[in-house]
């Protein structure tokens, strides 16, 4: 009976996400459509334009950007004893994150949780390391993120406030996340005799920051999720270039920028991928160079190229994987 309500309560929060997930993601997407359509006169871009050289170097970066996510997350296992081949690690790491595409990031995590048990890590492990593995995507996008605040400061007064005002809801956020997943670290991972020297000894700041390893450790994971997101920025930015090639003077400041967008669709953790959050911001911020209806193609056409990127790069991974047992 037990089971069958367990069973019944999941089925519940499954459906709620998705009726409360995908209908703000069309919603948003319904708004960026809007601002293409309602200023499709103003559309500048032609396909014909397009520069597919530059797109595949936008593609490859994306590839390289896989990678290393599925790297970190090796890195981090071993931090735990565990030593994971690294085919076998990016094939089940990819795979899982699959489920990103489903309303709330939670499912991502807990079907990694059931790959990688399947290789006989503990769940303790698991779920330290997931905590991890989402604190590690907000410092890397965070930091990163620090470099757009010029930008952002730079824009027209009326996009600025639009766009600053963004940033006390993202810090907010992030503290609290922090906060939570320290306090869960140490309620449950750190024994009642050893918690108050821990606190002690290396600071409750450091305590709230990937809880449970070492500093060293901290800083080596922390400067890869940098490494990483900044890989992101510029995936995008190719992307971009690939259709304005006259940007190339807002290399750093727009890279920096496509991952800020990331960081507030990740903190809407409800959309699948922060869908059409991401979207949104991204056109936002790019009507400081560009025209509104063209900013609103491109936050739809860099989607497309990253889930592109990311259903081949599976592909590859999968055939790696296959015609490795073969």
């Known amino acids: 009976m037990n089971k069958f309500l367990k069973i019944n309560k999941q089925n519940l929060l499954s459906l709620i996400r998705y009726l409360i997930g995908w209908p703000l993601s069309v919603l948003a997407l319904i708004f960026v ?5 309602s200023n499709l006169s103003k559309l500048t871009i032609n396909i014909s334009q397009i520069n597919f050289g530059l797109v595949i170097v936008s593609i490859i970066l994306f590839y390289v950007y896989f990678l290393m996510r599925s790297f970190l997350w090796q890195l981090t296992l071993r931090e735990f004893g565990y030593k994971i081949n690294f085919r076998e690690n990016t094939y ?6 699959l489920k990103r595409y489903i309303p709330g990031n ?3 995590f807990l079907s990694r949780g059931s790959q990688f ?3 006989g890590i503990d769940k303790k492990t698991l779920g330290i390391s997931v905590l991890a593995d989402i604190q590690l995507v907000i410092i890397g996008c965070a930091v990163i993120s620090l470099f757009s605040i010029p930008w952002l400061f730079d824009s027209p007064i009326e996009l600025r406030t639009k766009l600053i005002s963004l940033l006390p809801v993202s810090t907010i956020a992030i503290v609290i996340f922090f906060i939570v997943t320290g306090l869960i670290y140490i309620k449950k991972y750190i024994d009642k005799n050893t918690e ?3 606190l002690h000894s290396t600071g409750v700041l450091t305590n709230f920051l990937l809880p449970g390893f070492s500093f060293r450790s901290k800083i080596k994971l922390s400067t890869l999720a940098v490494f990483i997101y900044f890989i992101f920025g510029i995936g995008n930015y190719f992307a971009f270039l690939s259709i304005f090639s006259d940007n190339f003077q807002n290399f750093l ?3 920096f920028f496509f991952v800020f967008s990331l960081l507030l669709g990740y903190l809407s953790f409800i959309t699948p991928m922060g869908l059409g959050v991401r979207e949104g911001v991204v056109t ?3 009507t400081k160079i560009i025209n509104l209806a063209d900013a609103g193609f491109f936050s739809i056409f860099s989607r497309i190229i990253l889930i592109l990127s990311e259903l081949s790069f599976l592909l590859l991974v999968f ?3 296959k015609s490795y047992k073969k």
């Open 196 to 198: 108050s020297t821990v």
């Open 319 to 321: 055939i790696w994987k």
């Open 117 to 119: 048990s399947e290789l």
């Open 253 to 255: 400041t727009l890279s």
């Open 106 to 108: 939670i499912w991502s």
């Open 92 to 97: 089940r790491f990819s795979f899982s994150e």
């Open 33 to 37: 459509f809007n601002l293409i359509f």
């Open 284 to 286: 936002l911020g790019l």
